[in-house]
């Protein structure tokens, strides 16, 4: 989809505090941008899984929010880290499947919960994971 | 580290969860609740989350596992003060609480602890799951 950023902001994600700010700024964000009270705390919980995700599966990264504007304006949430990567995503995408020990809902749960999801992944180099909410 | 307060209140222990759980401050309380239901030979656990805008996997993983391990201990816990928002989301996430058991408000949640509401609720003593 064609859309061009607004306002963009790069938060570290680095130890588990960063993951309580992770979902303040986007809460906050998201309440600027006009999202109602669900979509918001939608948004809010699928940023605190990937940032989760950075933090324990990737070793630490940082995420990138975004106001995007296409049809709708919406909010872009672009998770980075440099660790193992993911070497099966089809199989990352199942509810359930963990490789921590957590639910393994985060990827299958964030995917439910935005509106647009992908990952982007090189086996022991990256993972990127894009989420959009559209307003 | 920071806790979060557990108030010892006759048989009963009541928290409210008031700043934003980071995960290890969750742990702490799991492991902190089931101190002192021991000490305190609690029948009840009462946990008050109204003030959490957001319950995301591992936190709804570790109040489950709160309830399960209190059971285990022979204390029955109740989940009060849950937002509309946070069940719709916690619902579409995937967690699925079974055997925990939540109430409207503090004073619902400890009717039902103190065995005036019926076991395993009602509608509309449970947080309805509608839209």
């Known amino acids: ?135 | 580290m920071d806790r979060v307060p557990i108030l010892n209140l006759g048989s009963c222990l009541l928290v409210s969860v008031q700043v934003d759980l980071h995960d290890r401050l969750a742990l702490a309380l799991q492991e902190d609740l089931a101190s002192e239901i021991v000490r305190h030979h609690a029948r009840g656990v009462l946990i008050d989350i109204s003030s959490l805008d957001m319950v995301d996997s591992f936190i709804g993983r570790v109040l489950g596992n709160i309830a399960a391990v209190s059971r285990v201990l022979a204390a029955e816990t109740v989940i009060v003060g849950m937002r509309p928002a946070v069940a719709i989301t916690l619902v579409e996430l995937g967690v699925r609480w079974e055997g925990v058991r939540t109430a409207i408000s503090v004073e619902r949640g400890m009717a039902l602890l103190q065995g005036q509401g019926t076991p395993g609720g009602k509608a509309r003593d449970v947080v309805r799951r509608d839209r």
């Open chain 1, 1 to 135: 989809m064609t859309s061009s950023v607004v306002t963009g902001e790069t938060l570290a994600v680095r130890m588990e505090d960063d993951v309580v700010r992770v979902r303040q700024v986007t809460r906050r964000r998201a309440e600027e941008l006009g999202f109602r009270l669900v979509d918001q705390t939608k948004i809010v919980t699928a940023a605190s899984e990937l940032a989760r995700n950075t933090l324990v599966h990737g070793g630490g990264g940082h995420v990138h929010l975004s106001v995007v504007q296409a049809a709708r304006p919406g909010l872009k949430l672009v998770f980075e880290d440099h660790g193992p990567g993911i070497p099966d995503v089809p199989r990352a995408l199942q509810d359930g499947f963990t490789t921590g020990n957590g639910l393994g809902l985060g990827l299958s749960g964030s995917r439910r919960l935005m509106d647009e999801f992908s990952i982007d992944t090189q086996p022991g180099a990256y993972t990127r994971i894009t989420v959009v909410k559209w307003l």
